[in-house]
């Protein structure tokens, strides 16, 4: 394959600034620059030439085909963080003849060299994203191959039972067929078992991953605009003493003791003949009920029951206006808010409890494939079981990329950064 170059540090001013090469000839393309490497996996102190035009002092260091990231020859430049210096040694590499890389291509280069499955793939992108704790933590596993491992196990179990299948197949006498042992059926027993797992698993993990939303709404002038403001400690949306004034959803994301969510401002709740504001409240009712949870806000404690979901939180505002609601919170005072985001965060790790490994619908419907491929299996003939027992196995290397993979690899690149 050509050799793909990028800077894989933000492009922009820096202390230090990367440039990354893969494929072969990576290694000769930075000796033009640098001067002999003559070791893989050391660090050299480099004077970088462009003719006898000096570039920059850098460290460099390069990896063998085989022992990299990509899988192929790769060269690593740290250079001063200078844009000015940058653009000079990716242009130097261009004149060489080499590409500039896509988004996503030195790992999609690792996952066609075999050096990463395709979920480890979706964990780093993950990875990339992650802004909370639970994220990171989530990502770092599947990342880690844990769920490729895992797959591991599961086909190990398939191909023991296929191999008693099929040996029941080959000693049978023509007349009188043997029976499928029952081990066979207590292997693919325990495998549903843990596939079942992993997918009871999957609405937590998915949670983690893409985190929550929490709709705050109420009646006009209910405070709901200055709750999103305190809690951003900063002017997110406007406030005034009119009722209906919000009337777009303002998405406010935060990291709640670990927990990504987004919380949405949205027009207070009252039948209006101002048509843009009833477009504002329905959008409101709309997005209300698609979040994760409502947290209704009023001054008296009332809330709308069309929109009242098991598990939403009922607040009273403005605890500051009458000093014996010690239950409400003030966006004034700041009474109470701590209270309510540990309210909050308490409601929502219950529900990502048992989050599993599985946190993407592709890995899930993998998953589901192969629970639904060995399902009732009770009494099938050896033909038909080694059927399905194939039909499982394929479902997990669909899992791990080995087969079909191509319809999602765009996808997932485009997503990743120029350099990854
Ligand atoms: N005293 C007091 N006033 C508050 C408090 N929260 C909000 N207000 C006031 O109540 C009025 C309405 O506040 P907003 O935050 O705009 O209310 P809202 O629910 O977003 O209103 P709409 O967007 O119109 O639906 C403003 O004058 C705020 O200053 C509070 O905790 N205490
Ligand atoms: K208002
Ligand atoms: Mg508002």
Redesign the pocket.
């Known amino acids: 394959m050509d050799v793909i170059f990028a800077e894989a540090t933000p492009s922009g001013r820096g202390g230090v600034s990367i440039i990354r090469l893969s494929g072969s000839g990576s290694r000769s393309a930075v000796e033009a620059l640098a001067g002999s490497l003559p070791q893989p996996r050391q660090v050299y102190m480099r004077a970088l030439r462009d003719h006898d035009d000096l570039l920059d002092h850098a460290l460099v260091l390069w990896f063998e085909s085989g022992h990299s990231f990509t899988g192929e020859e790769v060269a690593e430049l740290q250079l001063h963080g200078a844009p000015v210096i940058v653009r000079r040694v990716l242009r130097f590499f261009a004149e060489q003849g080499m590409r500039p890389a896509e988004a996503g291509e030195f790992t999609r280069r690792a996952f066609l060299n075999g050096k990463m499955d395709l979920a480890e793939v979706e964990g780093l992108g993950d990875l990339l994203e992650a802004e909370t704790e639970a994220q990171r933590r989530m990502a770092l596993r599947l990342s880690g191959g844990e769920l490729g491992r895992r797959s591991e196990d599961w086909r190990s179990m398939l191909i023991r039972a296929g191999a008693l299948v099929e040996s029941s197949v080959d000693f049978a006498d023509e007349e009188v067929p043997e029976d499928v042992p029952d081990e066979v059926f207590r292997i693919l027993a325990d495998l549903h078992q843990q596939l079942t797992t992993q997918i009871s698993g999957f609405a937590a993990a998915e949670r983690i991953r893409a985190g929550f939303e929490v709709a705050v709404i109420?009646?006009?002038?209910?405070?709901?605009?200055?709750?999103i403001n305190r809690i951003a400690k900063r002017d997110v949306?406007?406030?005034?003493?009119?009722?209906?004034?919000?009337r777009d959803i303002i998405e406010l994301r935060i990291d709640l003791k670990g927990l990504a969510v987004t919380l949405l401002?949205t027009?207070?709740l009252r039948e209006s003949s101002d048509h843009v504001e009833r477009m504002g409240v329905d959008r409101a009712r709309q997005r209300a009920m698609a979040a994760d949870l409502r947290l209704h806000?009023s001054e008296t404690g009332e809330c709308d029951p069309s929109l009242w979901q098991e598990g939403d939180i009922l607040v009273r505002?403005?605890?500051?206006?009458d000093s014996g609601r010690g239950d409400a919170?003030?966006?004034?005072?700041g009474q109470g808010i701590d209270q309510l985001l540990e309210q909050l965060h308490l409601i929502l790790s219950d529900r990502i409890s048992g989050a599993g490994l599985v946190s993407h619908e592709r890995q899930l419907l993998s998953l589901m494939d192969a629970r639904l491929a060995i399902s009732e299996i009770e009494g099938l003939p050896p033909e038909l079981l080694a059927e399905a027992i194939r039909r499982a196995a394929n479902s997990l290397d669909r899992l791990l990329g080995r087969i079909g993979a191509e319809e999602y690899l765009d996808v997932i690149f485009t997503s990743f950064c120029i350099g990854k």
């Open positions: 109420g009646p006009p002038n209910a405070g709901k605009s200055s709750l949306a406007l406030v005034s003493d009119i009722a209906g004034t919000t401002d027009a207070g806000l505002s403005k605890a500051d206006l919170i003030s966006s004034v005072t």
